[in-house]
């Protein structure tokens, strides 16, 4: 079982800044991809930004310039960094974790969610 921790939501105003950390813990044989992603009271959770084990990067189009989803070289923890912040922003932003248990298992596991609140 992979269990993941997220830290550094809060509440900022518009055009503030936030760093977001992630961190995987459990039976993880090899990390295939991890990402943020996000839900808003009434809306369906969409991805925000994502990084795969090659260190290629995908982000929503409503975040990019804006947000940088990084790793280290072990791919744990993820970090992303959320500048110019705008109140559409707020959310319960979630981590993402997908990869590999053993040699056949995998596994797609979920934060627990992290508030991030932006007054205007």
């Known amino acids: 079982q992979v269990q993941l921790v997220e830290s550094g939501g809060g509440l900022v105003q518009t055009g503030g800044s936030l760093r977001l950390s992630c961190a995987a813990s459990?039976?993880?044989?090899?990390?295939?991809?991890m990402g943020w992603y996000r839900q808003a009271p009434g809306q369906e959770r969409e991805l925000v930004a994502a990084?795969?084990?090659?260190?290629?990067?995908t982000y929503a189009d409503s975040v990019k310039g804006r947000f940088t989803i990084s790793r280290d070289n072990a791919m744990n923890p993820v970090y992303l960094q959320m500048n110019n912040l705008k109140p559409e922003d707020t959310a319960v932003y979630y981590c993402n974790a997908r990869g590999y248990s053993d040699y056949k298992n995998s596994f797609d596991s979920w934060g627990q969610g992290t508030q991030v609140t932006v007054g205007s």
């Open positions: 990084v795969n084990a090659g260190g290629a990067t």
């Open positions: 459990g039976s993880i044989f090899r990390l295939v991809a």
